[in-house]
Nanobody, 131 residues
């Protein structure tokens, strides 16, 4: 079964850091833009950060700008969400989603799209920021 697999969530104190990973199972992420979303209890899902297929373009939500960043490793076909200076309000289930953009420019930007625009979703990983 083709799916995305996330890892790296956990419990961290305010001000701490975590790194989430997202990789394909049964396929690689080559040619895919990847977006990270999060959803806290009782709240709507929100886009957090994304990276285009080449890794040359990224975009971060205002709520995490300067603290979170996304990168990709072409050798391991893995996308990472680096989360620094975590706050209690960052507590949520984090999901990665992949959209095939194989025909787009290497410099095409990425964004937070509708759920149906993505080809694959991960199962989610819990991030809890608490002292």
């Amino acid at each position: 079964q083709l799916q995305l697999v996330e890892s790296g969530g956990g419990l961290v104190q305010p001000g701490g850091s975590l790194r989430l990973s997202c990789a394909g199972s049964g396929f690689t992420l080559d040619g895919y833009a990847v977006t990270w979303f999060r959803q806290a209890p009782g709240k709507e899902r929100q886009g957090v950060s994304c990276i285009n297929k080449s890794g040359l373009r990224t975009h971060d939500a205002d709520t995490v700008k300067g603290r979170f960043t996304t990168s990709r490793d072409r050798n391991t076909h893995t996308v990472y969400l680096h989360m620094n200076r975590l706050k209690p309000e960052d507590t949520a289930v984090y999901y990665c989603a992949a959209e095939y953009t194989g025909s787009s420019s290497l410099f095409a930007g990425c964004g937070f799209r509708s759920a149906g625009d993505y080809n694959y979703w991960g199962q989610g990983t819990q991030v809890t920021v608490s002292s």
